[in-house]
T-cell receptor
Framework: EPEVTQTPSHQVTQMGQEVILRCVPI?????FYWYRQILGQKVEFLVSFYNNEISEKSEIFDDQFSVERPDGSNFTLKIRSTKLEDSAMYFCASSDTLTGLHNEQFFGPGTRLTVL | EDQVTQSPEALRLQEGESSSLNCSYTVSGLRGLFWYRQDPGKGPEFLFT???AGEEKEKERLKATLTKKESFLHITAPKPEDSATYLCAVQARQRAQKLVFGQGTRLTINP
């Protein structure tokens, strides 16, 4: 069964450093998302991406964040200068449609980011 | 602002003891309501999508229902492997990409 994969599973970094989180969405999906979950809190939407551009973003997704689809399979989230409060589980998701009866988003296993 | 509230926060049941989880929502035009299962340290696993009031979906011991203000996830004769956090999320018509999640219900099934 196709699935979303993410690497690394755990990333430890120093405050102020740049990190890149990587995702391989399900191969025939067209819509890609990043969410995050701070320990003990709700899953929060960060950004959605379609046709090589951001289609929606939350207030959390400020200038320190960027997304890219560098090739036909990978989807990345970059945090330019990490802060302590960026420590969280980051989930990538994908869906094959935006509307209609099959717009469910499928999530990857997550990358745990720890900022020291 | 779209909001999702789930209750109870935690629920402990004996194996075979049926119960229901609640998801109350406010959204400006519902496109869909989604149920996910999340195991510790893992990503949300898709269970159901509901689109309109009165709709029901079933999968093994789980049944999801939807009204105009809330959704229920009914668990019939649960087993220990059903232990997980169950997440509810809504998607609004105007913001079709974004899922707004509740805080989840942590379900524990004791053998």
């Amino acid at each position: 069964e196709p699935e979303v994969t993410q690497t690394p599973s755990h990333q430890v970094t120093q405050m102020g450093q740049e990190v890149i989180l990587r995702c391989v969405p399900i191969s025939n999906h067209l819509y890609f998302y990043w969410y995050r979950q701070i320990l003990g809190q709700k899953v929060e939407f960060l950004v959605s991406f379609y046709n090589n551009e951001i289609s929606e973003k939350s207030e959390i997704f400020d200038d320190q964040f960027s997304v890219e689809r560098p090739d036909g399979s990978n989807f990345t989230l970059k945090i330019r200068s990490t802060k302590l409060e960026d420590s969280a589980m980051y989930f990538c998701a994908s869906s094959d449609t935006l509307t209609g009866l099959h717009n469910e988003q499928f999530f990857g296993p997550g990358t745990r980011l720890t900022v020291l | 602002e779209d909001q999702v509230t789930q209750s109870p926060e935690a629920l402990r049941l004996q194996e075979g003891e049926s119960s229901s989880l609640n998801c109350s929502y406010t959204v400006s035009g519902l496109r869909g309501l989604f149920w996910y299962r999340q195991d510790p340290g893992k990503g949300p696993e898709f269970l159901f999508t509901l689109y309109s009031a009165g709709e029901e979906k079933e999968k093994e011991r789980l049944k999801a229902t939807l009204t105009k203000k809330e959704s229920f996830l009914h668990i019939t004769a649960p087993k220990p492997e059903d232990s997980a956090t169950y997440l509810c999320a809504v998607q609004a018509r105007q913001r079709a990409q974004k899922l707004v999640f509740g805080q989840g219900t942590r379900l524990t099934i004791n053998p």
